[in-house]
């Protein structure tokens, strides 16, 4: 060290280690200068109020967020920007605005990029942890998508109206919906295209654009039960996620309407395998093949997904963390659902049941939608495989309680 | 760096290794996943999108009726896009309103007062069109002297109801599209304590809505002494929603017949009514308490509202500005309700005719809201007694239909 600066602050050195001090003061100021004026420029700069006074009210809320944001945490984060922009107030305008609901609870609060995880955790962190029914900061999530590792996977078409496994994906360097602007949300649109374009065979599809579909095609969409409308549930208009609606969104779907995927709606692309009956293996299959050969497109073009080892897929909310995936079925269990140990047997397969219209909707000829409750901590294999079980179980039990026999004996531990 | 130091000098060993600790420094600048910024960061505009170029920004206008679409070239939005106001409000966010709904007529709105200089390039054209040829030269005029207004009562047998409303914003303070929880939260404050310090006739008390329950709240709505819930497009898209109830509530006075409203759409909405056709009285009051409830708010606050000579007071929406005021009467017409002129002969009158529930609402039982057309351009005085005489041609119009007769003598040309 001594000989170091010795030789450093040597005549001879001496001039250029001044140069160089000068030059390199001269780059840091620039880069904090410019930084700090990219700041201002988005910045409510007339503010010169304490965090404390911007501190929402949540008293009469009830989301995830709501129960963990303290003021100390608030006044802390909302000192922070992430690269790319995104503030704390961004984060949980969605929460601030719907304070929740008595019964369910909602998450309130999305990230706008992949920085927000990282930069906002003291808040993320424990809001991941209850969403994902405790998930530790130094937890490990797992990756498989390798789809012949299923077991089984044929489940009984009697039973079985139809199979699906959906999962989200966004891609690294651009920000999310709640965030992003629209040369952004178009650049996602242009990176997925030029991918999708490439697939073959099965896959072999084709693009429809929002704000460039025909009546005829938009009909079409609509009967195959595949078009998806402008948001309208306040929970995603005021997350700003509905922005510059129709620009940038679209569906895209193969010849064979049983892959499809949805561009720059709730997140960059939501992907989905589907068909009618109970092949889950296949559907499965086809997924895995999807999202592997789409994955390796966009890296072909020097793109990626995002995705950590911690979190495992990025997504907008972050109760979609993890694999992002549901797997389910529209099954018929109409003297099952009647039976009172019905909800205990789904908790018990952590399986979620749900109306046939999805999330928020009824049953109706006592056919529900069942799914994976879990997204984050097992990996997409287990995941499916665990649904996969859970609805033979369930199948199995509907056929006892069809012949008045007990099922007593096929129940979970 | 390595490239400074090559022009100054052979990089000896040490000067090396310096640089390459400094650049690794900087490497990590942004990476290191947040900024510091000096004040409390709010909602702040998307660092990403300078890495794109304009062009690939500029909205999809396709199908839009607004002036928005009709006066933003991509030129202009080139020029634009990267300039804020002072107070961080990005010409995205005035846009925002007019790009997510292609139906609206204007589609901008302010999010502080330094808006309609920073961006005149815009506003200037939409401004000069909406308001009949006010050019960005012109200047208006204020005149609140009561003493001038028509002493005609109108008659009651009609009218069933008058009303003057205008809004008012503190200078130094964000708009609702741009302000933050902590100055919408000042702005109550500073005028809530400004009228509860009125007296005599204007004595009275305000209600905050984060207190008030929901059939309270409601109660005042159906009373026409509250705004709505701020739902509509308009609200939502323009970020006029957020953390609504928070910093909102209701002033009026004992009789009920001088209300303000606090952080609707502006900081404050004035308005003064009562039942029956004396427009006179009700100007009177409205007068009386605008001057009161703005000496009270600088002589304890040391604030002024937003005015300048060239576009009078300076309100939210475009639409507004001048005079802001919305000058009504709610009248029975069921007769020139089923005319097909009623419209024509509305605008040629300079007034507009709307439900009684308010903008974009209809007509129930042949009752009509009708007030005057113009804001900026024309003074108080002005505007109130063009709305006298107009409702008064309209009452001579309506008994001649009630008798059978003919109008056409009556219509303006």
């Given at each position: 060290m001594a000989s170091f600066s010795r030789s450093m602050f040597s005549n001879g050195n001496l001039k250029k280690v001044t140069l160089v001090a000068a030059a390199a003061a001269g780059v840091g100021l620039g880069i904090a200068y410019a930084s700090r004026q990219q700041v201002q420029a988005g910045m409510n700069k007339s503010v010169q109020f304490p965090a404390s006074m911007n501190y929402p009210d949540l008293k009469k809320h009830n989301n995830v967020m709501a129960s963990h944001l303290t003021p100390a945490i608030y006044a802390e984060l909302s000192r922070k920007v992430t690269p790319n922009g995104c503030t704390l107030d961004e984060c949980i305008q969605t929460g601030v605005d719907n304070p929740g609901h008595p019964f369910i609870k909602t998450v309130g609060m999305v990230a706008g990029d992949e920085e927000c995880y990282e930069v906002f955790k003291e808040i993320f962190d424990p809001v991941i942890d209850e969403r994902h029914n405790g998930y530790r900061t130094d937890q490990l999530h797992p990756t498989d998508l390798d789809a012949s590792k299923i077991r089984g996977g044929y489940l009984d078409p009697e039973y079985v109206l139809s199979s699906r496994v959906r999962t989200g994906r966004s891609i690294r360097g651009l920000s999310l919906p709640p965030h992003c602007d629209r040369a952004e949300r178009r650049m996602v649109e242009s990176v997925v295209c030029r991918a999708l374009d490439k697939l073959s065979g099965d896959l072999n599809g084709r693009y429809y654009p929002l704000n460039q579909m025909s009546e005829q095609e938009q009909q079409q969409l609509i009967d195959d039960h595949f078009l998806f409308d402008k948001p309208v549930s306040p929970l995603l208009t005021c997350a700003g996620m509905a922005r510059d609606w129709p620009d940038a969104r679209g569906i895209w779907h193969n010849d064979a309407k049983n892959f499809l995927v949805w561009v720059n709606e709730e997140d960059h692309t939501r992907l989905i395998s589907m068909e009618k009956g109970g092949n889950m293996k296949a559907v499965f299959d086809r997924f895995c093949q999807g999202l592997n050969e789409v994955e390796s497109l966009i890296k072909s073009e020097g793109w990626e997904y995002m995705w950590n080892e911690h979190l495992g897929y990025i997504l907008t909310c972050p109760s979609n963390l993890g694999t992002g995936l549901r797997a389910g079925v529209h099954v018929k269990l109409p003297n099952l659902s009647k039976d009172p140990r019905f909800?205990?047997?789904?908790?018990?397969?952590?399986?979620?049941?749900?109306?046939?219209?999805?999330?928020?909707?009824?049953?109706?000829?006592?056919?529900?939608?069942?799914?994976?409750?879990?997204?984050?901590?097992?990996?997409?294999?287990?995941?499916?495989?665990?649904?996969?079980?859970?609805?033979?179980?369930?199948?199995?039990?509907e056929k006892q309680l069809e012949k008045s026999r007990p099922i007593n004996s096929l129940m979970p531990k | 760096m390595i490239g400074i130091l090559h022009c100054c000098s052979g990089a000896s060993l040490e000067i090396?290794?310096?640089?390459?600790?400094?650049?690794?420094?900087?490497?990590?600048?942004?990476?290191?996943?947040?900024?510091?910024?000096?004040?409390?960061?709010?909602?702040?505009?998307?660092?990403?999108?300078?890495?794109?170029?304009?062009?690939?920004?500029?909205?999809?206008?396709?199908?839009?009726?607004?002036?928005?679409?009709?006066?933003?070239?991509?030129?202009m939005y080139a020029k634009l896009r990267d300039v804020a106001t002072p107070s961080g409000y990005t010409l995205d966010r005035a846009i925002q309103n007019g790009v997510d709904n292609p139906d609206f007529h204007l589609g901008l709105l302010a999010g502080d007062e330094e808006t309609y200089t920073v961006f005149a390039d815009l506003f200037d054209p939409v401004i000069e069109e909406y308001h009949n040829g006010f050019k960005k030269t012109d200047n208006h005029k204020t005149d609140?002297?009561?003493?001038?207004?028509?002493?005609?009562?109108?008659?009651?047998?009609?009218?069933?109801?008058?009303?003057?409303?205008?809004?008012?914003?503190?200078?130094?303070?964000?708009?609702?599209?741009?302000?933050?929880?902590?100055?919408?939260?000042?702005?109550?404050?500073?005028?809530?304590?400004?009228?509860?310090?009125?007296?005599?006739d204007l004595k009275g008390k305000y209600y905050s809505l984060m207190k008030m329950d929901e059939k309270t709240q409601q109660q005042l709505i159906?009373?026409?002494?509250?705004?709505?819930?701020?739902?509509?497009?308009?609200?939502?898209?323009?970020?006029?929603?957020?953390?609504?109830?928070?910093?909102?509530?209701?002033?009026?006075?004992?009789?009920?017949?001088?209300?303000?409203?606090?952080?609707?759409?502006?900081?404050?909405?004035?308005?003064?009514m009562q039942m029956g056709g004396n427009m006179k009285e009700v100007f009177e009051r409205f007068t009386r308490g605008l001057t009161e409830v703005e000496k009270h708010i600088k002589d304890k606050t040391g604030k002024e509202f937003m005015k300048?000579?060239?576009?009078?007071?300076?309100?939210?929406?475009?639409?507004?500005?001048?005079?802001?005021?919305?000058?009504?009467?709610?009248?029975?017409?069921?007769?020139?309700?089923?005319?097909?002129?009623?419209?024509?002969?509305?605008?040629?009158?300079?007034?507009?005719?709307?439900?009684?529930?308010?903008?974009?609402?209809?007509?129930?039982?042949?009752?009509?809201?009708?007030?005057?057309?113009?804001?900026?351009?024309?003074?108080?005085?002005?505007?109130?007694?063009?709305?006298?005489?107009?409702?008064?041609?309209?009452?001579?119009?309506?008994?001649k239909l009630e008798k059978g007769e003919s109008i056409d003598d009556l219509v303006p040309k």
């Open positions: 909800d205990d047997i789904l908790e018990k397969l952590r399986l979620q049941k749900r109306g046939t219209g999805g999330v928020d909707t009824e049953s109706t000829n006592g056919i529900f939608d069942i799914s994976n409750l879990d997204r984050l901590g097992q990996s997409e294999v287990q995941l499916v495989q665990r649904v996969i079980d859970g609805v033979d179980l369930l199948v199995k039990m | 090396a290794s310096g640089t390459i600790l400094l650049s690794l420094i900087f490497k990590h600048f942004r990476a290191l996943s947040a900024i510091y910024p000096k004040y409390p960061v709010l909602i702040m505009a998307n660092l990403n999108q300078k890495k794109y170029p304009a062009k690939d920004d500029f909205p999809n206008f396709e199908g839009h009726k607004s002036l928005l679409s009709k006066y933003l070239t991509a030129d609140l002297d009561a003493s001038k207004i028509l002493d005609d009562v109108l008659d009651p047998a009609y009218v069933i109801s008058s009303r003057v409303r205008t809004g008012r914003n503190i200078r130094g303070m964000a708009l609702s599209p741009h302000v933050c929880r902590s100055e919408r939260r000042a702005i109550e404050k500073m005028v809530s304590e400004a009228l509860n310090s009125l007296a005599a159906d009373d026409h002494f509250l705004f709505d819930r701020p739902v509509s497009r308009h609200f939502t898209s323009g970020g006029m929603a957020r953390d609504f109830p928070d910093g909102r509530g209701i002033w009026h006075n004992d009789k009920k017949n001088f209300l303000v409203w606090i952080n609707e759409e502006d900081h404050t909405r004035i308005i003064s300048n000579d060239h576009l009078g007071f300076v309100l939210t929406c475009p639409s507004n500005l001048g005079t802001g005021v919305r000058c009504s009467v709610h009248a029975k017409l069921p007769h020139m309700a089923k005319d097909k002129r009623f419209e024509e002969i509305c605008t040629k009158m300079r007034l507009q005719k709307r439900g009684t529930s308010g903008e974009f609402t209809e007509s129930v039982g042949g009752v009509y809201d009708i007030s005057n057309l113009d804001r900026l351009g024309s003074s108080e005085v002005e505007q109130v007694n063009c709305v006298i005489k107009g409702v008064k041609v309209l009452i001579e119009m309506e008994k």
